[in-house]
């Protein structure tokens, strides 16, 4: 299992800077790449890097995300997001199901400028509605996941594409180190340490990979 072709856009496409999906001052992108295969059942793991810094100090909502989708519709969204009515407020925001306004949480304050490390848990229940959890490191991965910094639950029938996208605000930052997995200890080995973000992103072409363990 793995990636189905390569990156398309509906608009403006992400510049690639030291190796990393980059939005500019202004810039705003949405470009997805499709899954080999559609994920609709067990558990799926999705981690990456990524950075937000705000260029101005203004009254505007700032969005940069990764989300899954299925048949072009985002089923789930992980956020660096500021809100317009208060700068200050830098929070990571959870949002699963095709409507944003529902099955949300919100919290977990950020630094602007400073590189994380996000991972997004999705459960399939063939029962009803799906547990989603997220959590954000400043640091190195744990070896084993802890309580999550937030959750929901919303009904998501399969995951057939990745989004990352930016709303082209008055911000810089960069997504990368972008792994998919059904195991969370393949998330551990596969994104790199911190202090190992530099050099990759010197030597490196923006990284993707997709794991997906076979059980006998």
């Known amino acids: 299992t793995g990636w189905s072709g390569n990156w398309t856009t509906d608009g403006t496409s992400f510049n690639v800077v030291d190796g990393a999906a980059y939005t500019g001052d202004l810039d705003a992108f949405r470009n997805s790449r499709t899954l080999s295969t559609s994920q609709s059942t067990g558990t799926l793991y999705f981690a990456w890097t990524g950075v937000k810094q705000r260029t101005q ?31 200050d407020n830098e929070y990571f925001l959870l949002y699963g199901g095709s409507d944003s306004s529902t099955g949300s949480d919100s919290g977990g304050l950020y630094t602007e400028g400073s590189q994380y490390t996000l991972v997004l848990e ?70 790199p340490e911190p202090s190992t973000y530099a050099t990759l992103f010197g030597i490196c072409a923006m990284t993707f990979a997709m794991i997906r363990r076979r059980h006998a």
């Open 57 to 87: 100090d203004i009254n505007e909502t700032q969005v940069l995300a990764l989300s899954g989708m299925d048949g072009g519709t985002e089923e789930f969204s992980l956020q660096f997001r500021t809100d317009g009515s208060d700068v």
């Open 122 to 191: 999705l459960n399939f229940n063939t029962g009803g509605e799906e547990t989603i959890s997220a959590w954000a490191f400043s640091g190195g991965l744990p070896t084993t996941l802890g309580s999550a910094l937030l959750t929901t639950s919303a009904p998501v029938n399969s995951i057939d594409s990745i989004l990352l996208q930016s709303n082209g605000k008055r911000m810089t930052g960069s997504l990368d180190n972008i792994v998919i997995a059904t195991e969370y200890s393949d998330i551990v080995s596969a994104i």
